[in-house]
């Protein structure tokens, strides 16, 4: 019984964060990251098989390898979480956290660099993702400035194209996406595995945040996900930025439904209606279920923005 009370306690805590753009995803004030550490635990691990776990709880999802060479982890959450990420990362493995890969700059995926870098660690991540997080910006999305990142959370190891690590027995191709979530994202394929890992290029059961205002576009993603697809059979796990494991076949509909919303705005705009018309004539009334952080308005915004639309 007190396991279950235990359950439902995170699972809340897990959803009432998940409804908050002040918790669940995307760009933090800073901060939020330097905020007091609630009651734990917030942090739970989902057994993949293989030494291969997916950490669940506030912020994006962890993706975890572990082996005789280390532990290799798929994004970090928040810097309030590092030592709970730590602790957590410690009952699954008594090795050393040897590399962290950031699959974007967002500060729900990337927080705790400076924690994971003081255990020993390097954070790998795609050159634009260290270039976003030293300059501050406007995100319209949220009507709100993001403050550039201290340097000490800048990624130390990066690359331009992709990025193969031979890593406890296995290969791990870091690909980069271009202007899909963000113009920085990769998603990661343990080959061996069977694991894909797709940072925020994928939200699993709501709908899609495109971050137009750091160089992503809807086509994009449209292109990252089918990247991963293409890159999957019936038995892949796949991890998506927000939301529960997932698999080839949820995929595969986010992909179509991506797709209506990219051609129904699309039709809407080159037929010469404007933004506001558009958003009042409801064009994703089917999806109102996959609203959480997203609105439907915020999500035919950001389709108009990466159709060439104004702001
Ligand atoms: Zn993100």
């Known amino acids: 019984m007190k396991k279950l009370l235990l359950a439902s306690t995170i699972l809340l805590v897990a959803c009432s964060q998940a409804k908050s753009p002040a918790d669940a ?5 800073q901060a939020s990251e330097t905020a007091e550490a609630p009651a734990k635990p917030n942090i739970t691990s989902q057994d993949l098989g293989g030494g291969f776990y997916m950490l669940l709880g506030p912020g994006g999802n962890i993706g975890v390898s572990t082996g005789d060479d280390g ?3 798929i994004d970090d959450k928040f810097a309030r979480f590092g030592q709970e990420i730590i602790d957590v990362v410690a009952t699954l493995s008594d090795k050393p956290i040897t590399y962290v890969l950031n699959t974007h700059h967002h500060g729900d995926h990337s927080g705790a660099n400076v924690e ?3 255990v020993g660690a390097t954070i790998i991540a795609h050159d634009n993702v260290r270039s976003r997080m030293g300059i501050s910006y406007m995100n319209e999305a949220f009507g709100q400035k993001q403050e550039a990142r201290a340097a000490g959370l800048w990624p130390t190891l990066t690359f331009s194209e992709d990025l193969t690590l031979w890593f406890n027995g296995d290969e791990v191709r870091a690909i980069h996406t271009p202007a899909g979530h963000t113009d920085g994202d990769s998603i990661v394929h343990f080959v061996g595995a069977n694991i894909v890992h797709l940072g925020d290029n994928y939200f699993n059961g709501s709908l899609p945040f495109v971050d137009v ?7 994009g993603m449209i292109g990252a996900q089918q990247t991963a697809y293409d890159l999957s059979n019936d038995a892949t796990q796949i991890i998506p930025g927000h939301g529960a494991l997932s698999n080839k076949a949820e995929l595969g ?7 209506a919303i990219h051609d129904r705005v699309k039709a809407r705009k080159d037929a010469g209606e404007s933004l506001a018309a558009i958003t009042a004539a409801d064009p994703l009334a089917d999806m109102t279920d996959l609203e959480s952080f997203m609105k439907k308005s915020d999500v035919i915004k950001a389709t108009w923005r990466s159709l060439g639309g104004s702001k």
């Open 253 to 259: 509909e986010s992909i179509k439904r991506l797709q």
């Open 71 to 73: 532990v290799y982890m």
């Open 116 to 118: 994971m870098k003081a």
């Open 25 to 29: 995803a995307e760009p933090q004030p």
């Open 213 to 219: 205002d750091s160089g992503g576009t809807i086509q």
